[in-house]
């Protein structure tokens, strides 16, 4: 099912950059203005002038962040700070990192290639998360202006044999990496690449059968069929280069190990007073509520968070739909859904019975829902926050950025990939792929046939 091939990548000219750390950055999506401002000052010729460059005084449609984009773009490459690949590869990709909380080493393997792009009921492509227009806009935008994948999109596919993975390790026998770096955020990644015709051939033949599953990067999936299909309906009846119908993409094995999923926890702004007064009453019907005070004498606010956090992930191992709460008022709370609720009845619209009994329908559509009240899906964005840190999310309550902050446990990769085979979409920020994807280690620049 899926048809993926080699490509020619472009890369940072490591002759010319001697700190590949200092010209990466994560992915656009979870780039404050902060780090943003971080980024800008590591380099100038950071990647985030490409992914998410600064709007200026003055900007207009014809100049403007995507312009600029651009710009940079070519002259990087003109200037040898970026150079193209001669030799068409797959790229073999290692994040080494440390597992959160636990301190656990772990390498998330994967190889970044081209793929052709499919509409989603094709069943080739699977999402399991849904979008929203406004980012899909602001990717259009950028790829119009430059014609290229600046970030590979992240995806999975189901290989419980390893044979994939068995490939990789035979390519990596034959070379060194190329890219061996420690990132600013302690993470090594290492890539190498593939340029053995028996073992692309090989692995392109492994793939062809089995479906993916998007992780990370659906905004821009879809993006690279918009755009597609806008090329396809400008062109008429000139020749149409197949080069817009790929996109670069990143692909690991979700069954080898390595691949950590952590929790989306949401937060609440823009709360009426009775809503904050009265969201014991609210969600009562539907959760039993446990309070975990803490006084500063008998108990610490470090206790009280740990243990709810280990009663949640308690809950979560008994496969318990159960959240964790912390309010304006500071207080910790653990809410579990009590087993007589009927999910059928209580969420609505024709999804099967697993995708209401997921953990985030239920925090969307039983608690978040209830509280924000009958407008909840016309006023989520500006009510509802992310964060996958549940410290950050304490510290957006305590700084009155927001009222309340819901933690939720993470939803493991074979219900994901269930949800997704079924043809059903999760609630957005459903997952968070642990570490992300570095961007600016492979770009790849779309090419006239």
Known sequence: ??????????????????????????????????????????????????????????????????????????????????????????????????????????????????????????????????????????????????????????????????????????????????????????????????????????????????????????????TALAYCRKMQASLQNKPFSHEYSYVMMYFANMDAPGLTILPYHRLLRHLPAEKIQNWKAIIQPFFKIDSFPFNGLTTSEPRARESLLFHLSAKGKDFRPAFGLYTADKNYYLLTLKPEVDLEREISGDQPLVCKQLPVTILDHLLINRILGANANQIKEKCLGFSHDHRQAIDEVNSQQYQMAIFVNSTPIHLVNQIACLGQQMPQKSTFFYPKLPTGLVLRKILED
Request: proline letters at 6%; hydrophobic letters at 35%.
């Open 1 to 222: 099912m899926a048809e993926i091939r080699p490509f020619h990548g472009i890369v940072y000219n490591q002759e010319r950059i001697k700190n590949l750390s200092l010209t990466i950055a994560p992915p656009y999506d979870v780039i404050s203005d902060e780090a943003r401002e971080r980024l800008y000052q590591n380099s100038p010729y950071n990647i985030i002038r490409l992914i998410k460059g600064k709007a200026e005084p003055g900007d207009n449609d014809f100049e403007n962040q995507y312009t600029r984009a651009a710009r940079f773009l070519t002259s990087w490459l003109d200037e040898g700070i970026l150079q193209q690949d001669t030799e068409a590869c797959l790229y073999l990709m290692e994040d080494e990192y440390s597992l959160p909380g636990s301190g656990q080493k772990l390498i998330r393997q994967g190889f970044t290639a081209l793929i052709k792009l499919e509409e989603y009921g094709s069943g080739k492509i699977l999402p399991h998360e849904k979008t929203l227009s406004q980012p899909k806009e602001d990717r259009l935008r950028l790829l119009c202006a430059c014609r290229a994948n600046l970030s590979p999109i992240f995806a999975l596919y189901s290989d419980p044999a390893c044979m994939t993975n068995a490939l990789f390790n035979e390519a990596k026998a034959e070379t060194r990496p190329f890219i061996d770096i420690l990132s600013q955020e302690r993470i090594v990644h290492r890539v190498w690449r593939i340029t053995s015709p028996r073992v692309i051939q090989a692995i392109i033949e492994e793939m062809k059968p089995k479906a993916v599953l998007l992780a990370d990067g659906h905004h821009r999936y879809e």
